[in-house]
């Protein structure tokens, strides 16, 4: 088979029929009459009693919730007169004269757009979901509430200094001026809904906490290893040392890039007036020793299901961030793209802003446009008028599992038990009684053995040490107290944060930094989760800094639980921000990140093991070398990457099946389709579909359809494995006993087969009319009623399937969950933007769904076209062409 097949290249500038939508008019909507009434029909068709109470809330209920965007709003106070444009997409830019005024109407808006979301993170971030939907919630609740988001942020609002407190005060006010004038339904269709298994529900006043216990959920959605660790100690049961290590190899040097190759030395010195300005009085170091009538479904994982209500941990979670110097650009200044990956979600985690002081200067420093969090003051990820800047998951080991030896109500500690912490947590259940659980902790934190399947199954049979060399505690050198010492073993849970810590005043650093050294001095309040951050500026610097706070270990690595009653396995601490990796105007003139490993093995510190393995990281580096080599660097370039779908380990496969043919006519057909294929994961392609299932039959061949399976989480991590198994036939992985497989060339046939077969049953016996898009469709779901188990009430709410292309491991990353049963996309580019320095007016972006949380609102799927498609709208930021592209233009005026 040629080499060609695979030399597409999708870093080329637009085609004419490929420009930006948003130069578009503005597509025709579908009347809100004729959308109630699809619904209101398949609600009706459910012929039952809730159905038709369902169909009288909607049309009685659905527009009662939707916003007033147009005409002047009196609220009670405002000092001065806010303007809120709105474009076509419902996108607010909100212009005031205090950066109190602004912050209060960025709250007011919110609540306009989004309250039932900002409601739901609350009741998820504080454990009280059981108040909202009854006792099926409970153990999600109790995990929750073990670990103490809420608890933790409580003590940081309490730490934030003045001026940073009063941003978060000002906004939650403005929260509160909507809901003081709205109630129930008039805030949002849920409530109706709510209402008719939980009639009690009254809406709490919104306060700096709620928002600032959302950043801990978006640190346990990025939270890097745990998986990973919890997977390796439950493997150490079944499998040796050896074989873990094959599963869990080395990151790939020699394959793929390190995103800092050479540190940075002489960088801007972090700004001091930032960090004073910003400062808290949250230490940073390590903690001191001392009746519903919806039929909600009970959790299985509480883990899993905590991140399924965050927006996922797993497959495809990450993102893509690069940076371009201007001596490469067309402009002459810096272009900078990025996409972070989290799970899907109806509405999108992201609400798109823009934050505008009338007057910029020191009494009003906002001047700043980007992608923010419904129910968190500021901007996340964006630009001001000075620099922009992006995130990426930075994957760094921030979290630990340790092995505790309990007694009672003591455990062991350097030979001795000392007294466990606890606490009493209640939780209010709708529709039940109170129930009250006891929370204990050791120095290390919280003990969660006993609230999940998997922590219980570790503390059932521990090993610790590292992923090369585990052992059960007695056989590891002496037990806890002894190896005869009483008790028994649970599992507690170290992560950075569960302190306290500084980021919700790195937020409004970010938005009003003007160079890289306010840039840097924002990046070291940044401590949770940790993070890439790239950076670019209208002086045509480009730079890279890892924040977060990141333990130095003592005996252990982290990749295996660690035994806890032996402090030579604490944290010692944390790496100083001074010696984090920095990269400033590199000679290469980018920067790429994709969660890959930050740099190679010389770094003094550890930072972790289960970093990205790289195949985005390398693939963005390809496509970003074969643009500058065809001349200057565009936005369409970087567009065009963002739209790439290679898929690295179908190209290898392809590779390999070329060398062999099978006697079965259809399954020869099939392997034929990657002759002609050019290895993107196109959502109209036959040989992407085939290579998809194929890969999907051959993992699960390898690795999970065994009598001790192996996970198949990380589908990157398995493209290495299995790279290294497709040069080594006499691997004894080749050989399964339980499918009566023996040999590489074997298992390669039946996997190819049962490809076939398998494509046969979900879309056709004919290969030309297979699809990848279909079978990798995405359907949009609401979190909370969109889960309900009842089928007209899920339909209110969620939409779709939407067939699209990418893949888990892919630039254009949709995640799929190999060995699942389904390739459905569960995580997706959450957004994508690309900021033009020389113009930002050029610069362009686009989320998932809309800017509207309400269902049947023009603006709460308005965007997932564009997505769909991988296009962009223009992103307009001079105030003059805001003005001029507004739809709606709302006066919020103080009330007399």
């Known amino acids: 088979m040629s080499d060609t097949a695979y030399d597409h290249d999708p870093a080329t500038p637009a085609e004419p029929g490929d420009q930006i939508p948003g130069e578009k008019h503005a597509k025709p909507r579908r009347s809100l009459g004729r959308r109630i009434g699809i619904i209101a029909f398949s609600v009706v068709a459910g012929l039952t009693a809730v159905a038709l109470v369902l169909a009288g809330v909607v049309v009685f209920t659905i527009q009662r919730s939707f916003p007033q965007l147009d005409g002047t709003i009196a609220v009670a106070g405002l000092g001065d007169d806010v303007t809120v444009y709105r474009d076509v997409q419902g996108i607010p830019t909100i212009v005031a004269d205090s950066t109190h005024d602004l912050f209060y109407a960025q709250g007011y808006v919110h609540a306009q757009d989004r309250f039932w979301e900002m409601d739901f993170r609350r009741h998820v971030t504080s454990g009280r979901l059981s108040e909202l939907f009854g006792a099926s919630q409970l153990p999600t609740d109790e995990f929750l509430r073990t670990l103490g988001w809420r608890r933790v942020a409580e003590e940081e609002v309490a730490a934030l200094d003045p001026v940073t407190r009063s941003y978060y005060d000002d906004y939650a006010e403005g929260v509160n001026a909507y809901l003081a004038d709205h109630q129930g339904a008039a805030v949002s269709l849920e409530y109706a809904i709510l209402g008719l298994q939980n009639p009690g529900y009254e809406i709490e006043p919104w306060t700096a906490a709620d928002s600032v216990a959302w950043l801990k959920a978006m640190a346990w959605d990025l939270r890097s290893n745990v998986e990973e660790e919890t997977e390796r100690a439950l493997l150490a049961q079944t499998l040796t040392p050896a074989q873990i290590a094959e599963l869990y190899p080395a990151y790939p040097y020699d394959l793929n890039p390190v995103i800092v190759p050479q540190l940075t030395t002489d960088a801007p010195a972090p700004s001091s007036a930032v960090t004073t300005s910003y400062r808290t009085d949250a230490g940073d170091a390590p903690a001191p020793e001392a009746s519903a009538s919806i039929a909600w479904t009970e959790v299985g994982s509480v883990v899993e299901a905590a991140s399924a209500l965050l927006g996922g941990v797993g497959e495809g979670i990450g993102s893509n961030s690069w940076v371009v110097s201007g001596s490469l650009t067309e402009s002459g200044l810096p272009l900078l793209s990025n996409d972070p990956h989290l799970g899907a979600a109806l509405p999108s985690v992201w609400h798109q802003v823009g934050l505008r002081c009338r007057t910029v200067g020191s009494a009003c420093p906002f001047d700043v446009a980007g992608f923010g969090f419904s129910g968190v003051p500021g901007v996340i990820i964006g630009h001001n008028a000075d620099i922009a800047w992006g995130f990426t998951n930075l994957t760094a080991d921030v979290t630990d599992l340790y092995i505790e030896k309990v007694d009672g109500d003591s455990y062991w500690r350097d030979g001795e038990l000392v007294p466990l912490q606890t606490r009493t947590e209640t939780f209010h259940v709708a529709g039940g009684d109170d129930v ?71 937020i409004f650093a970010l938005n009003t930094a003007h160079d890289f050294a306010d ?5 070291s309040l940044f401590d949770v989760p940790a993070q890439n951050l790239i950076y670019a500026d209208t002086q045509g610097n480009i730079g890279y800094q890892a924040p977060g706070k990141l333990p130095i270990r003592g005996a252990g690595d982290g990749t295996m639980p660690q035994p806890g009653w032996d402090p030579a396995y604490d944290w010692t601490g944390y790496i100083p921000f001074e010696e984090l990796p920095v990269s400033y105007n590199p000679a290469s003139g980018y920067i790429v990140t994709a969660n890959n490993r930050l740099v190679d093995e010389t770094y003094p510190y550890f930072l972790g093991s289960d970093f990205d393995y790289g195949f985005r990281a390398a693939r963005i580096t390809d496509l970003l070398q074969r643009a500058i080599a065809k001349g200057k660097v565009t936005a369409d370039d970087m567009a065009a990457i963002q739209r790439d779908q290679q898929f690295w380990m179908g190209k290898r496969l392809a590779g390999v099946y070329a060398d062999i043919t099978v006697d079965d006519a259809g399954v020869q057909r099939a392997l034929d389709l990657f002759d002609s294929w050019d290895a993107q994961n196109s959502p109209d392609s036959a040989a992407a579909a085939y290579a998809n299932v194929l890969w999907d039959e051959l993992a699960q061949d390898l690795f999970s359809r065994r009598a001790d399976p192996a996970p198949l989480s990380d589908q990157a991590r398995l493209f290495v494995v299995v790279d290294d198994l497709l040069d080594d036939p006499a691997s004894p992985w080749w050989t399964n006993s339980q499918l009566d497989v023996a040999g590489q060339r074997a298992m390669l046939e039946r996997a190819a087969t049962d490809a076939y077969t398998r494509l046969v049953g979900l879309q056709s016996d004919n290969p030309d009319a297979w699809n990848w898009g279909s079978l990798h469709a995405i359907t949009l779901t609401n979190s909370t009623f969109g889960e309900s188990g009842i089928a007209p009430i899920e339909a209110l709410f969620n939409r779709g399937p939407f067939a699209v292309g990418g893949g888990s491991a892919v630039v254009d990353a949709t995640g799929w969950y190999v060995g699942s049963g389904s390739f459905a996309t569960q995580t997706v580019p959450s957004m994508r933007m690309t900021v033009d320095l020389s113009d930002f007016d050029a610069s362009r972006w686009n989320h998932l769904t809309g800017t509207s949380g309400h269902a049947f609102h023009p603006n709460y799927l308005d965007q997932v076209d564009d997505w769909q498609h991988l296009q962009h709208t223009r992103w307009l930021f001079t105030l003059d062409k805001v003005k001029d592209a507004a739809t709606d233009t709302l006066i919020l005026t103080p009330a007399s």
């Open 436 to 506: 009250t659980i006891e929370v204990r902790s050791t120095v290390h934190g919280p003990i969660v053995s006993g609230l999940t399947g998997d922590f219980t199954a570790i503390a059932d049979d521990p090993y610790v040490g590292s992923k090369d060399e585990a052992a059960r505690p007695d056989d590891a050198g002496g037990g806890a107290g002894g190896s005869d010492s009483s008790g028994e073993y649970a599992v507690s849970l170290r992560w950075t944060a569960l302190d306290a810590g500084s980021t919700a005043a790195a």
């Open 519 to 523: 840039f840097r001095a924002a990046a």
